[in-house]
Structures are given as C-alpha cells and as structure tokens.
C-alpha cells in the first residue's frame, strides 16, 4: 500500500526547502511553498544558474513568513546572504500567483524512484514522496489520480529532471554528469 513518506516547502524558491511533519495541501500546492523568489534585473533568480543559492535553507518562521537561514527574509541580513550566493544586484520579492511555480504546484515522486535514481531526494526537489513504489512505477501515473484523505492530486506529467540535480546539496559541488543517468 502506498503511503505519504515525505512532505517537503520551499517558502523561497531556488533555496534548500523544509521537510515538514504535516501539510495543507491546497489548489495551489502546499501553504507556504515559494511564497518569496530572489530577483535579478532579468527576472526571476533560480540555483539553475546561481547554484550557491542552494547552500540558504528557506523555512517559515512561526509568523507563517519566509525565512532565510532562520533570518526573516525582509531583514538586511538574509538579502546580504542571498546577495553572496546570487550575485550583488539580487533582491527578494514576495510572490504568491501560480507562476510562482516552473510548471505545477506540485512535484510528486516515489521512493522507488528516489533508490531508481540512486540520488539524495533533497537534489530532486520534491513536495511529496510517495512510498511503497517499486522501482519507476510512477512512470505510468500520469493522467491518474492520487487520493490522500480529502485531498486528490491529478498527476499530469513525468517531469525531466532540472540542472538543480547535479548539485550536491551538502558540499554544493556540481556533477552534470548526473543528469546523463537520470
């Protein structure tokens, strides 16, 4: 039987995230999740580029605003933080539209995937992980339906997975090569 193994939040987008206990899962994902992205003149910031941004952990204070490193996240010090991980004309910026999110509110993964995979689940960036999949088994999930409690998540999509991968989230060292065997 499958079962809800993981819940993870990013409140700022591109930061390492939070592994929560328990979650409100709403039509727009989980509360608090990229709720501030770090800006730049060209728009939105992401480690995609800038992966030292992985090295700040985004979390919510008790106030249910962002943090950054445990600094609220309009306080001088978190943006010289993120100034030093994505460049000096970074600032951060409150956002809470759906386009907040790259493609969906929304990233599912199983743990089959995750041992599949053979990779540390926080360079995968998920909101869920479902357990209880053998192997790759969600590779056939899309178009199905997940059922947890009174929450229903449409599964869309197999997404590919994003540079943010190859990096590793202890050390902050890239390895493209990762992308080559996932």
């Not at 089959?112 to 540390?120: Q, S």
């Not at 926080?122 to 339906?145: D, F, Q, S, Y």
């Amino acid at each position: 039987s499958l079962v809800v193994d993981q819940l993870w939040r990013y409140p700022v987008k591109s930061l390492a995230g939070e592994r929560l206990t328990t979650a409100e899962v709403r039509g727009d994902g989980i509360a608090g999740d990229r709720l501030v992205h770090v800006r730049g003149p060209e728009g939105v910031r992401t480690s995609r580029i800038q992966h030292r941004m992985l090295g700040l952990h985004g979390t919510l204070g008790a106030d249910g605003d962002p943090l950054v490193d445990g600094i609220p996240w309009r306080d001088r010090k978190a943006l010289d933080l993120v100034r030093s991980a994505a460049g000096g004309d970074a600032w951060l910026a409150a956002h809470d539209g759906l386009d907040r999110f790259d493609v969906l509110p929304l990233l599912v993964i199983t743990d089959g995937a995750v041992k599949e995979l053979g990779r540390d689940v926080r360079r995968l960036r998920p909101n869920l992980v479902i357990g209880g999949v053998e192997g790759m088994g969600e590779a056939a999930w899309p178009g199905a339906e997940l059922h947890i409690g009174e929450v229903v998540i449409a599964l869309d999509s197999r997404r590919p997975r994003c540079p943010m991968t190859t990096v590793d989230p202890d050390t902050l060292e890239r390895d493209p090569e990762v992308l080559r065997d996932i």
